[in-house]
């Protein structure tokens, strides 16, 4: 796994020398090379003598953003790392460490990515390819709202489901919490949120950037640690870091005609806090597809459904239509929370070959 590194300092002191030894040693303890196909042998990149090593800050347009022996270098990818693009949309994110070739001053061609320690990742619109969002970060931050754009708790499973597959650990923000005053219905479902989800042992971070509620406690949680904030469109994930660290990042309102969030954030940013430690602003998403999701997994996401899948009659019970069911017995009795069995339900249609809740609504709606 990549090293934790405290400070930018210690990050760029690595030697070469020693991280060719480590690779080394993992290539000698690696036991794949002594099976009879050697079809699994480890593949270890050559770094050539000069490269230098560096953290993917940005990924845009212009190419990929590296802070190294100097800030803002400008990389490409060398053509033997693209040739390893299979079921990956994007081969380098945010936060990754790499080596790459100096070309000048502030240009570089990367050579080698080093191993992850965790990943943010989504499917891509297809469903076929693993887009990266951030890598080699501590915690995501799972921002949502009330009132505008709504709480969808469904999206929350979703990233919670990413963050365990991807070794992060998660919060959960419920920013504009100023707004519940003007809706009885969302404050009611505001209740059925935190009675439904404080149970799971997940932090619950409930804020108002617009009148500073909540923030220190946030600033505290980020502190020296390198996290990434994600949510849907316009829950006020870049006015929540402007609010909280005084930044200049891009806003935007709702959208009129929809009342979801316009993508201000249009790329991912790693940048340093004032306190110690980093954040990656994402642009805001209207569905999260989860990545290589499998049937038999869906039911262990959901701690309280697995809990109560031991008294079921059938091994193989999906809860959803069975006799003698133990969840559905609990669904009905009210001992399980609504919002939590409907998400579950969608995932596992979602596992077993059915279409995502946006691309249902796509097809139902003639103008998408």
């Not at 249009?266 to 569905?287: F, M, N």
């Not at 499998?294 to 459904?305: L, N, T």
């Not at 559905?328 to 077993?352: F, H, T, V």
Request: proline letters at 4%.
């Amino acid at each position: 796994m990549t090293d934790h590194f405290d400070s930018e300092e210690d990050f760029h002191a690595k030697d070469r020398k020693q991280f060719r030894r480590e690779r080394r040693q993992l290539q000698e303890s690696d036991r794949s090379k002594f099976k009879k196909t050697n079809l699994v042998q480890k593949v270890v990149a050559e770094i050539p003598e000069g490269a230098l090593r560096g953290r993917v800050t940005a990924v845009t347009g212009e190419g990929i953003w590296v802070d190294s022996i100097r800030p803002g270098i400008l990389c490409i990818l060398k053509g033997l790392l693209k040739k390893e693009k299979m079921h990956a949309k994007n081969l380098v994110a945010v936060g990754d460490n790499v080596w790459f070739e100096p070309q000048g001053l502030d240009r570089g061609s990367i050579v080698h990515i080093e191993e992850r320690r965790s990943i943010l990742a989504r499917a891509d619109v297809t469903g076929r390819k693993e887009q990266l969002i951030a890598v080699n970060v501590d915690q995501v931050f799972i921002v949502v709202s009330v009132v505008e754009p709504v709480l969808k708790p469904a999206l929350v499973d979703r990233y919670l489901i990413a963050a365990n597959k991807g070794n992060l650990h998660p919060i959960i923000v419920v920013n504009k919490i100023d707004l519940l005053a003007e809706s009885e219905d969302e404050a009611e479902r505001y209740k059925e949120f935190l009675a439904a989800y404080e149970p799971l042992g997940v932090p619950i971070l409930t804020l108002s950037s617009v009148e500073g509620q909540g923030l220190e406690a946030f600033k505290f949680l980020m502190k020296d640690r390198t996290s990434v904030v994600a949510g849907q469109s316009g829950v006020g994930k870049s006015t929540l870091l402007n609010a909280a660290f005084e930044f200049h990042l891009k806003t935007g309102d709702l959208t009129m005609k929809t009342f979801k969030g316009a993508h201000t954030t249009t790329k991912a940013e790693l940048i340093a806090l004032p306190q110690g430690g980093y954040c990656i602003d994402t642009p805001g998403v209207r569905s999260f597809g989860l990545w290589q999701l499998e049937r038999a997994e869906v039911g262990s996401h959901f701690k309280e459904i697995a809990n109560l899948a031991c008294g079921c009659h059938f091994a193989d019970c999906t809860h959803v239509f069975e006799p003698k069911c133990a969840v559905l017995e609990a669904l009905k009795q009210g001992l399980l929370p609504l919002i939590r069995y409907e998400s579950y339900c969608s995932l596992l249609d979602e596992a077993l070959g059915g279409l995502d809740n946006r691309t249902k609504r796509k097809l139902e709606t003639p103008d998408g």
